[in-house]
């Protein structure tokens, strides 16, 4: 097993393993064995740890030289650090961080402000659009004997090619008219984004 950092991290922010576990909930002997090898952590577990030590994961596993992690950030978001930096500065200055956030905090919120993901209104409207749209009401409707592996993965199926893939007890004008009101709020609720100017 590969020698991981955790013991050096925790030392590094003068913890006992006593502390750590109140941090973590991860009780100081398992800890203990973790530090030693005896045991692996789960990634769950991976998480909790580098949160509380304020590392990045890669570096408690022992597998990266960059306690903060941005590398990993760099490499999976797009953003060099120096973005993620700026924005985590103009963050802090707004109220919206504080230098007492774990770094990785600080990391995070910023990069969700970078993709678009950091208000919680526009998370509301995407999410929420993003579920209407993917609704399995087909389910109810069509009829999974009735040849439908042709017909792909769209939202609307009622006749095709002059074929009727409904239950034969289904009323397509009401699946046609859940489509059309299910389609309108979706594009209602993403429009909320322009009306409040998010």
């Known amino acids: 097993m590969k020698k991981n950092n955790i013991a050096q991290a ?11 576990e ?10 203990s064995q973790y530090e030693t090898g005896k045991r692996e952590p789960k990634m769950e577990t ?4 580098a949160a509380a030590l304020d590392v990045s994961v890669p570096y408690l596993q022992g597998i990266s030289e960059d306690k903060t992690g941005w590398d990993v950030w760099e490499a999976n978001t797009g953003f060099s650090k120096d973005v993620i930096q700026a924005k985590i500065d103009e963050r802090i200055a707004n109220g919206k961080s504080r230098d007492s956030d774990t770094t990785y905090n600080k990391i995070n919120m910023a990069v969700n402000d970078l993709m678009g993901y950091g208000d919680r ?5 995407n999410a929420i659009s993003f579920q209407i749209r993917h609704l399995d009401y087909d389910k ?29 007890d289904a009323n397509p004008e009401i699946y ?9 709020a979706s594009i209602k609720i993403m429009n909320l984004k322009t009306k409040y100017n998010l």
């Open 140 to 168: 109810f409707f069509i009829d999974p004997e009735k040849d439908t592996d042709t017909l792909g993965n769209s939202n609307f199926k009622v006749h095709i090619g002059g074929k009727n893939y409904l239950y034969d």
């Open 46 to 49: 991976w998480e909790k740890l």
């Open 176 to 184: 046609k008219e859940i489509f059309d009101i299910l389609h309108e």
């Open 10 to 20: 925790r030392t590094e922010k003068e913890l006992t393993l006593k502390q750590l």
């Open 22 to 31: 109140a941090l973590t909930g991860i009780r100081d002997n398992t800890i």
């Open 121 to 125: 209104n526009v998370n509301a409207i």
